[in-house]
């Protein structure tokens, strides 16, 4: 059977990467089993796999994060050692975290040349950085401005800002982490045509993923990872979504929701004239009105950054505002006096925030810790005075079997977990406290196939419990999968509602753009 990393490729072309035989434990748990991977180079490259299944282990290996236990790295066919991210940078390689590793307070400029400084004077590096940068951003439509804070600019800015440290660095092979999780569809296709581009002058670009659209779209071969294992690697022009899936999980995966009509019962929420300022005196909300009811999820798409957040922030009791918002018939107090996350579940009101790493989680405390939060008051983990530890690990226990938690071990910090795990943590947390009203923001931002079939079951049974869901995702096919009715917000104020079935990703998207003469 003909190799698919040298099918189609010209007489004696080598692989840019070649990895043989790495094998990576973390005390009782394998991470990595004897893999072996070829890249070709000018290619774009896809890695996918469910959540622990090894493949960023894998890249931190190649980038010199984590020492391989066993096996070899070829670089250009030459045998390359790399126990830091210095020697990978040294061999050519860059890669862009799923979490971004930049300095907030320091300029776009600052960041790209940390850590690559020409000697001691600062001045000529930043203008030597200045005149590349600016070469780099025209070459390949990066377009950013290196005097721009990164705290002032937005995630997909950001990442652009990582492409380019790596691009500085004379990067020739790239790898990024999940590189849309953060970002709309908009700013995925343009950093897919950055990828292109970036192929097109023969990089070679690693792309982990977890969006098998993704994968089908920019990628030309694809390996797959299942429980530390290379289980199979493919052109991508003669596989399919459904294969993959199959490969990636071991079993047939539902790629679509599936859930009976909705059955709407009493009003559970009803927002009415919501406002908000920042401490900018910017207007975020603008007289935002709707209402959810028992027994339906309702979808709220967006570009981020057009009040979804906000919105979420004020329902979840941790943003003052102006307006109405009643729960189950009672007003809910706005004002920032009483308006607490403690108050708010205590009226039946569950929040899965938007960023789980700095909303929904303490990323250093274990997972029977994190379960912990905001219900350590509940009874059954009482001991008189004191909290029943050991009642609180066996619940945490039981939660993280039922949502196929792994590794399944409540000592495990947060931290140590991948981001598909840490959600179902929160989600375990939230879901499992019988809300009247769950507010869940981005549900599988950063979660594999297996894991968003299971959490989108989880807030389809949810529902169909009689529970009201508030659904915020700028992934428009979740929300058209997921919602029984959809509004659309942009620059804080509600663009229309439309009903799933009567609708479509374009019309939305118009919506999105506030165009709304257009999409009528």
Aim: charged content about 25%; some cysteine.
């Amino acid at each position: 059977m003909a190799n698919p990393e040298t099918k189609g490729r010209p007489d004696g072309a080598v692989p840019s990467i070649e990895l043989r035989g790495i094998s990576k434990s973390f005390g009782p748990v394998q991470a990595n089993k004897d893999i072996t991977l070829r890249v070709m180079p000018g290619t774009i490259h896809g890695i996918i796999g469910e959540n622990g299944a090894g493949k960023s282990t894998l890249m931190s290996i190649l980038y010199g994060f984590y020492k391989a236990d066993a096996g070899e790295i070829i670089i250009n066919r030459k045998p390359t050692t790399i126990p830091d991210s210095q020697a990978a940078i040294a061999a050519g390689i860059g890669m862009v975290f799923q979490h971004f590793k930049l300095v907030e307070n320091f300029s776009v400029l600052e960041n790209v040349i940390l850590g690559a400084e020409d000697g001691g004077l600062l001045r000529p590096s930043l203008a030597k950085a200045r005149k590349l940068l600016g070469e780099l951003s025209k070459e390949y439509e990066l377009n950013v401005d290196p005097d721009a804070l990164i705290e002032d600019i937005g995630v997909g800015m950001q990442q652009r800002v990582e492409i380019l440290k790596a691009l500085y660095r004379h990067a020739d092979i790239l790898i990024l982490d999940e590189p849309t999780g953060v970002l709309t569809p908009s700013e995925a296709d343009h950093l897919f045509r950055i990828l292109n581009g970036l192929k097109d002058e023969g990089k070679t670009i690693i792309l982990i993923t977890h969006k098998l659209r993704e994968i089908m779209d920019i990628t030309d071969t694809v390996s797959v990872m299942r429980r530390g294992e290379m289980t199979a690697t493919v052109k991508t022009s003669e596989t399919s979504p459904e294969q993959l899936a199959e490969l990636m999980v071991g079993r047939k995966v539902l790629l679509r929701v599936e859930k009976r009509p909705a059955q709407p019962g009493a009003k559970v929420l009803e927002v009415e004239n919501l406002r908000v300022i920042d401490e900018k005196k910017v207007e975020r909300l603008k007289g935002v009105s709707f209402n959810v009811q028992a027994g339906e999820i309702l979808g709220i798409a967006g570009v981020s950054g057009n009040g979804q957040s906000e919105l979420l922030e004020v329902l979840g009791g941790y943003q003052s505002a102006t307006g109405t918002v009643r729960v189950n018939g009672q007003d809910i107090d706005l004002t920032g006096r009483f308006s607490d996350g403690q108050s708010r579940r205590a009226r039946g009101i569950a929040h899965v925030p938007e960023d789980r790493q700095r909303e929904g989680l303490i990323m250093d405390f274990t997972a029977w810790e994190n379960t912990a939060f905001g219900y350590h008051n509940d009874p059954k983990y009482s001991k008189g005075l004191l909290m029943d530890n050991d009642a609180l690990r066996r619940d945490t226990e039981e939660k993280m079997q039922r949502f196929d938690v792994r590794p399944p071990n409540c000592w495990q910090p947060a931290k140590s977990f991948s981001g598909g795990n840490q959600q179902k943590i929160v989600l375990a947390r939230e879901i499992e406290r019988n809300p009247d009203l769950l507010l869940i923001g981005q549900p599988t931002r950063g979660v594999d196939i297996g894991a968003i079939e299971f959490i989108h079951q989880q807030i389809v049974a949810l529902r169909d419990q009689g529970k009201a869901i508030v659904l915020v995702s700028v992934e428009l096919e979740e929300i058209l999968s997921l919602s029984d009715r959809i509004i659309v917000m942009f620059d804080g104020q509600i663009m229309g509602e439309r009903l799933p079935d009567q609708t479509n990703e374009q019309e939305l998207g118009l919506l999105m753009a506030g165009m709304k003469g257009q999409a009528a």
